[in-house]
């Protein structure tokens, strides 16, 4: 009995790691100095930009864990919900695709998939 309760913890705290990690990996396409990119680089980061923005708006927009002991009988709980993050990346994810979307302008350069 014990463990089937340690399972389900463990299996909550795993999903919590994966969300992290995701978030993580929107935010370091943030670090990337678009500016110095070649055409052909800026035109496949643009592309990573949608891919994390609609990854990020897709998804559940935040985690949150909640544990709860039942008086009298004994009892555990682990319990799971979701809401907002606390730091959205969706935001900057916007702004740096709008930055993306200007200079790609400036070099002349049209995104696949989108019509001038």
């Given at each position: 009995?014990?463990?089937?309760?340690?399972?389900?913890?463990?299996?909550?705290?795993?999903?919590?790691?994966?969300?992290?990690?995701?978030?993580?990996a929107s935010r370091?396409?943030?670090?990337?100095?678009?500016?110095?990119?070649?055409?052909?680089?800026?035109?496949?980061?643009?592309?990573?930009?949608?891919?994390?923005?609609?990854?990020?708006?897709?998804?559940?927009?935040?985690?949150?864990?909640?544990?709860?002991?039942?008086?009298?009988?004994?009892?555990?709980?682990?319990?799971?919900?979701?809401?907002?993050?606390?730091?959205?990346?969706?935001?900057?994810?916007?702004?740096?695709?709008?930055?993306?979307?200007?200079?790609?302008?400036?070099?002349?350069?049209?995104?696949?998939?989108?019509?001038?």
């Amino acid at each position: 009995m014990k463990g089937r309760y340690l399972r389900g913890a463990g299996l909550i705290v795993l999903a919590l790691l994966l969300g992290a990690c995701a978030s993580g990996a929107s935010r370091s396409l943030l670090k990337e100095d678009y500016v110095a990119m070649t055409d052909q680089e800026l035109l496949v980061y643009y592309d990573q930009l949608n891919e994390a923005l609609a990854k990020e708006e897709g998804g559940p927009s935040g985690f949150g864990l909640g544990l709860g002991l039942g008086v009298g009988s004994g009892s555990f709980s682990v319990g799971a919900s979701q809401g907002m993050y606390v730091d959205d990346p969706t935001v900057e994810l916007r702004k740096r695709r709008n930055q993306v979307r200007l200079e790609l302008a400036r070099r002349g350069l049209q995104p696949a998939g989108e019509v001038p």
